[in-house]
């Protein structure tokens, strides 16, 4: 029988998570575990998101800019999603609206160079030979792709279009990072993508993923993609096809809880900025936290739910 978080380790997670969670935190804690309004959620939100109708002000944890980056809206998309906001909904337009104002030399950047005027990780130090590149950024870009299919864009059908094609081409041509990887299974479960482009990135998606999938535990202990952290849902198409290492990989991390209750990274910022290290490392280890518990509730595998 596949092993269960018991529920003291719920609670200790609990407790560590509203101990030192920030409100959008807590607020989607609630909102999952404790019935919580999801208006509450779009309102702790809203606080990231600047007059543009991006968000930045820290909400990708390493990146602390106040500026707005598409890295920090599709996160603030990822989370609209999850309290299943109306696409009618204004901070959901202009969120898109901010993503269409960012498309430029046919892709989307992932940060801007305003970005390296805060402390913020080695990863997140804008290069603008990157940004302007011809090849297909597929962090972001394959992401972005899923809101235009979902919420509708102002791009032209052809743009849209021809950003697939694009996204294709650069999966079949191109070895994947574990980032992209992750946008280009948002883009593959968003409902609204065309069962031909469906057909197509299967088999791409799976060569790519058995190559970047850690499946061995000694693996498990470094930084890198790992089975549950590709198949994020029972219902996702990687699920079957990593059945034999994601039950272990579950043990795993059950037993990675540390005795605070929470779950750390496998990352840091390297000696930089290391004041601001020590708040975003909190920071990491409540969203760490958070998304395991989401995770493990999404496979039944929470021993009692029970939190108060």
Known sequence: M????????LKRAANFLLDNGNNLQRQRFAFHFEAGDADRVLDALIEYKNEDGGFGNGLELDLRT???SVICTTIALQ????????AENQTLIKAMDYLEQQYQFNNWPNINSDC????????????SKWACTDKFLANPGAEVLGYLLRYGT??????????LE????????HELEMHELL???????CEFL????REAMLPLLLEHAFQLVKVEPSDWEEYGLTPIGLVDHPDSVFANFFSDSLDANFDYQIDQQSEEGCWTPRWSWGGDYPATWAVVETEVRVELTLKFLLQLKRFDRLEDLHLT
């Open 2 to 9: 596949a092993s269960q978080l018991p529920a003291a380790a």
């Open 66 to 68: 106040k500026n707005s």
């Open 79 to 86: 989370i609209m999603g999850e309290v299943r906001l109306e």
């Open 116 to 127: 390296n005027d805060a402390p913020h990780a080695p990863w997140w130090r804008f290069n």
């Open 154 to 163: 102002g791009l032209a059908a052809e743009t849209v279009n021809s950003l």
């Open 166 to 173: 694009r996204a294709l081409e650069h999966i079949a041509n």
């Open 183 to 189: 946008c280009y299974s948002r883009l593959y479960h």
């Open 194 to 197: 065309g069962e031909n482009y």
